[in-house]
Nanobody, 125 residues
Framework: QVQLVESGGGSVQAGGSLRLSCAASGDTSSIYYMAWFRQAPGKEREAVASIGTRAGSTYYTDSGKGRFTVSQDNTKSTLYLIMNSLKPEDTAMYYC??????????????????WGQGTQVTVSS
C-alpha cells in the first residue's frame, strides 16, 4: 500500500506561481510512475504531468506543457509540480497519483491505483 499527501495549493493571481508537493509513504519501492491530475468543478479529471520514478522520464499534456514542471526528489518519495504563469483556467483540485503497474498509458487515470486527497489551486484574474 502507498499513501499520498499533497500540499502547496492556495490562491494566487494570474501570472503567479505555485509549487505543489506530494509526499509518498508506505511501499514506495513498488511505484513505477507518479503523476499530477486536476479536476475543475463540473469537468472530468485530466492529467497534467507524469514522471517515471526509475528513469525520471517526464510526460506532459497540453495543459501542463511549457508552464508546468514535474520532478521528484532524490529519495523518489516526494513529487513536485512547479506551476508558472498561472491562468484562471488552471483553477482546480490537484491530485497526486501513483502507479504500481508498469503497463498502461502514463497519462491515463486508469493506470494509477493510488490517489491523494487533493490540494486546491485557485487562480484569480
Amino acid at each position: 500500500q502507498v499513501q499520498l499527501v499533497e500540499s502547496g495549493g492556495g490562491s494566487v493571481q494570474a501570472g503567479g506561481s505555485l509549487r505543489l508537493s506530494c509526499a509518498a509513504s508506505g511501499d514506495t519501492s513498488s511505484i513505477y510512475y507518479m503523476a499530477w491530475f486536476r479536476q475543475a468543478p463540473g469537468k472530468e479529471r485530466e492529467a497534467v504531468a507524469s514522471i517515471g520514478t526509475r528513469a525520471g522520464s517526464t510526460y506532459y499534456t497540453d495543459s501542463g506543457k511549457g508552464r508546468f514542471t514535474v520532478s521528484q526528489d532524490n529519495t523518489k518519495s516526494t513529487l513536485y509540480l512547479i506551476m508558472n504563469s498561472l491562468k484562471p483556467e488552471d483553477t482546480a483540485m490537484y491530485y497526486c497519483a501513483a502507479a504500481s503497474r508498469f503497463s498502461g498509458y502514463v497519462l491515463a487515470p486508469s493506470k494509477y491505483n493510488y490517489w491523494g486527497q487533493g490540494t486546491q489551486v485557485t487562480v484569480s484574474s
